[in-house]
Nanobody
Framework: VQLQASGGGLVQAGGSLRLSCAAS????????MGWFRQAPGKEREFVAT????????YYADSVKGRFTISRDNAKNTVYLQMNNLKPEDTAVYYC??????????????????WGQGTLVTVSS
């Protein structure tokens, strides 16, 4: 399984970006997918997750109401729409595949495959 994240860039505070994560392999639709981020000098933290059918999503409190996770199983792609971005959202964003299909999970250890990361920089 390979995950390829894209869509990062430089944006002003209040702006929007849409991240994409394309997955290889036929089993994409069977697994929970998640987004994490890691700012310089900080640990990787959970951002959002979505189950296989898109019937369940979960967000970190810091992004709730601003970010939306979605997926298109026909395209083997998961998205993260980020609106009203803030300077504290600056980080490398990683997509990841979870071990399960239905349960929304938030720990780094609950995910087994990771993309290479895409940098999001929000200027004030």
């Amino acid at each position: 399984v390979q995950l390829q994240a894209s869509g990062g860039g430089l944006v002003q505070a209040g702006g929007s970006l849409r991240l994409s994560c394309a997955a290889s392999g036929r089993t994409f639709s069977s697994y929970v997918m998640g987004w994490f981020r890691q700012a310089p000098g900080k640990e990787r933290e959970f951002v959002a997750t979505i189950n296989w059918s898109s019937s369940s999503t979960y967000y970190a409190d810091s992004v709730k109401g601003r970010f939306t996770i979605s997926r298109d199983n026909a395209k083997n792609t998961v998205y993260l729409q980020m609106n009203n971005l803030k300077p504290e959202d600056t980080a490398v964003y990683y997509c990841a595949r979870g071990y399960t299909s239905t349960a929304v999970v938030v720990a780094v250890l609950d995910y087994d495959y990771w993309g290479q990361g895409t940098l999001v920089t929000v200027s004030s």
